[in-house]
């Protein structure tokens, strides 16, 4: 048996061998639809695992409130949204007497204001600009400090024009320079810079850069005093959110006036539910991509029926000489199989390829994580073989039904 499989592959890669350019237009179809499997999960792998340790690095037991609805959104506010009342400093203070929440990180914003920073010659833009508390540091993960020092309760009180910079800002503006002590531009005000972030772990492109520029609280009220915009993140003890976030719900819909009938005019989300939320967009590109790809499979299982039932026409003599010395239904019909199967295998392979390839360009040049998981390897493979197998029985059933005496005859 093991001696008869040999035989029938060496027959299907001399069959290759006779007909390259024939076999390589035939198994296009079903190259495109292996490498476009590659290419996507490969991306997808990286972009799950840079999405999630970004969402994760704020912190495993925080959750961060808003005025608006959170998650993965592409349309607009709707007029809900945008009739809601802005989040209070005090709304934020009251937070800390919830029993489960272990520390509150305020933070004020500017209202649609595209933030900039400037040291001399050199500017950096699209800043994550704000003003918080020093339990900024203590409520995010992500807020490990490179060098120097965070903001403190005296620069709050005595609204000190101080900041701390993200990593990338400092390498922007102080490629040579150590930027402790240096004076900074943002936004048109004049800013000490004490402390400089290490940059977070996750992101891509442009995510992966660390653009904040921190200020105290009462400095930025200080500089804008008609903006209201705040966001909260707050802490719960461990193994305590979901009683923290019940417990910050109850809180603001007190604050907030929210009749019992009426749902909250704010958004609490966990880094669980963002990540959540960022899975069921995923579940869509992968949906996508299943259908791009079984077309490029189908339409390549296809293309290799349509030249094996040629084959087989064209081999009729050669099956009827076969049939004659003695070969049975089940060796023709593995034969054509096996024919069938390599073929659609080969493309398989050179699917895996060029989908690999296609796979690492992509991600140096977007600057993104790109992994082609073994198991893409695997299904790409398999579904190829597989291929050639489902569309291979037709013609091979045709060819081992053939009467020799008939194929013998056959010009």
Do not use: C
Not at 121 to 145: M, S
Not at 185 to 191: D, L, P, R, S, T
Not at 296 to 311: E, F, K, T
Not at 314 to 329: F, L, N, Q, S, Y
């Amino acid at each position: 048996m093991r001696h008869d499989y040999r035989e029938n592959l060496k027959l299907a890669l001399d069959t290759l061998r006779t007909h390259k350019l024939r076999s390589f237009l035939t198994i296009v179809g079903v190259v495109i639809g292996v490498m476009i499997i590659i290419v996507v999960s490969g991306l997808l792998a990286g972009f799950n695992t840079t999405v999630t340790e970004a969402i994760t690095g704020y912190g495993a037991d925080t959750a961060f409130i808003s005025k608006f609805e959170q998650g993965f959104r592409t349309g607009r506010l709707t007029e809900e949204e945008r009739k809601r009342k802005d989040l209070t400093l005090e709304e934020g203070q009251a937070l800390e007497d919830a029993p489960d929440v272990k520390a509150v990180a305020i933070s004020i914003f500017p209202d649609n204001e595209t933030s900039s920073v400037r040291y001399k010659d050199q500017e950096v833009t699209a800043l994550d600009f704000r003003g918080t508390f020093p339990a900024f540091a203590e409520v995010y993960a992500n807020a490990d400090l490179k060098e120097g020092r965070f903001l403190s309760d005296g620069d709050n009180e005595h609204k000190r024009e101080v900041t701390v910079i993200g990593e990338s800002v400092a390498k922007a503006l102080f490629p040579n320079v150590d930027p402790i002590g240096k004076m900074v531009i943002a936004n048109g005000h004049e800013f000490e810079v004490i402390g400089v972030f290490e940059l977070p772990k996750g992101g891509f492109g442009m995510n992966n850069e660390d653009r904040r520029v921190v200020i105290p609280y009462y400095t930025f009220r200080k500089l804008y005093p008609n903006t209201t915009f705040h966001g909260y993140r707050i802490e719960a003890y461990p193994k305590r959110l979901d009683a923290a976030v019940d417990e910050a719900r109850v809180i603001l819909r007190r604050a907030r006036k929210v009749p019992y009938d009426k749902l909250d005019d704010f958004s609490i989300q966990t880094s669980q539910q963002a990540i959540e939320s960022f899975y069921a967009v995923l579940a869509g590109v992968a949906l996508a991509m299943l259908v791009l790809s079984s077309i490029g499979l189908m339409i390549g299982g296809v293309g290799v029926m349509n030249i094996m039932l040629v084959s087989v026409t064209e081999r009729t003599r050669e099956i009827g000489v076969r049939k004659a010395i003695g070969a049975r239904r089940g060796d023709i019909t593995w034969q054509f199989l096996f024919e069938a199967m390599t073929l659609t295998g080969i493309g398989g392979v050179m699917g895996i390829v060029l989908g690999w390839l296609v796979t690492i360009g992509l991600g140096a040049a977007l600057d993104w994580r790109a992994v082609v998981p073994i198991w893409a390897v695997i299904v790409g493979f398999t579904v190829s073989v597989g291929i050639g197998l489902v569309f291979g029985v037709w013609p091979a059933l045709k060819a081992a039904r053939l009467d020799p005496v008939v194929a013998l005859r056959y010009e």
